[in-house]
Nanobody, 122 residues
Framework: QVQLVESGGGLVQAGGSLRLSCAAS????????MAWFRQAPGKEREFVAA????????GYADSVKGRFTISRDNAKNTVYLQMNSLKPEDTAVYYC???????????????WGQGTQVTVSS
């Protein structure tokens, strides 16, 4: 079992930055690939970024590539999402998720956090 708790969301102006954190319970954190997804009102949940258990490989959605950076600190059981140059269309609830399998499909992720709201004003 893995429990995930996100933090760091909030209200920011367009062009600003936020850093999301996701703290995980358990002693096997490094065995899990971690990802961030987001869901805007009236839209389906979409992939944002993922990172392997070792942290050596990452992947991003085209919409955030070059602006967002995913990273992890296995000693702290935490994964991060640094979001720069934020746009109003980045407004959504952001979720972190854990999976034994590194990919972009939400269905592959077994554990989910409760989400944190990110609102970008124009």
């Amino acid at each position: 079992q893995v429990q995930l708790v996100e933090s760091g969301g909030g209200l920011v102006q367009a062009g600003g930055s936020l850093r999301l954190s996701c703290a995980a319970s358990g002693r096997t954190f490094s065995r899990y690939a971690m990802a961030w997804f987001r869901q805007a009102p009236g839209k389906e949940r979409e992939f944002v970024a993922a990172i392997t258990g070792s942290g050596f490989s990452t992947g991003y959605a085209d919409s955030v590539k070059g602006r967002f950076t995913i990273s992890r600190d296995n000693a702290k059981n935490t994964v991060y999402l640094q979001m720069n140059s934020l746009k109003p269309e980045d407004t959504a609830v952001y979720y972190c998720a854990a999976s034994r399998e590194w990919n972009a499909r939400a269905s592959a992720y077994d554990y989910w956090g409760q989400g944190t709201q990110v609102t970008v004003s124009s």
